[in-house]
Nanobody, 120 residues
Framework: QVQLVESGGGLVQAGGSLRLSCAAS????????MGWFRQAPGKEREFVAA??????YYGNSVQGRFTISRDNAKNTVHLQMNSLKPEDTAVYYC???????????????WGRGTQVTVSS
């Protein structure tokens, strides 16, 4: 059974940092794209970051502040979030897919999400 389990969310003040982790199990994900989406209340799910074969991709709103990385040996992906803003408040979802396109409809596996709250 494939599972993606997020950890590391929480409450932080604006300007602070958090590091999210996603542990994948059930099979090897080294050939998949893995990454993160987020969804704030009343808003659509938004692409945050993805990594495939060493290449990183970022959403415009997080470029320069967030860094994605992965450890294929441990089947994990991480999201280092710096200079956090109140508008980064959302539930963050880990995602994985073999598709060449990292958009919601092409995601094969989702985690349950972890809450990130940034206070002003």
């Amino acid at each position: 059974q494939v599972q993606l389990v997020e950890s590391g969310g929480g409450l932080v003040q604006a300007g602070g940092s958090l590091r999210l982790s996603c542990a994948a199990s059930g099979r090897t994900f080294s050939n998949d794209a893995m990454g993160w989406f987020r969804q704030a209340p009343g808003k659509e799910r938004e692409f945050v970051a993805a990594i495939r074969s060493g290449t990183m991709y970022y959403g415009n709103s997080v470029q320069g502040r967030f860094t994605i990385s992965r450890d294929n040996a441990k089947n994990t992906v991480h999201l280092q979030m710096n200079s956090l803003k109140p508008e980064d408040t959302a539930v963050y979802y880990c995602a994985a897919t073999k598709s060449a396109v990292f958009t919601s409809p092409q995601i094969e596996y989702w985690g349950r999400g972890t809450q990130v709250t940034v206070s002003s």
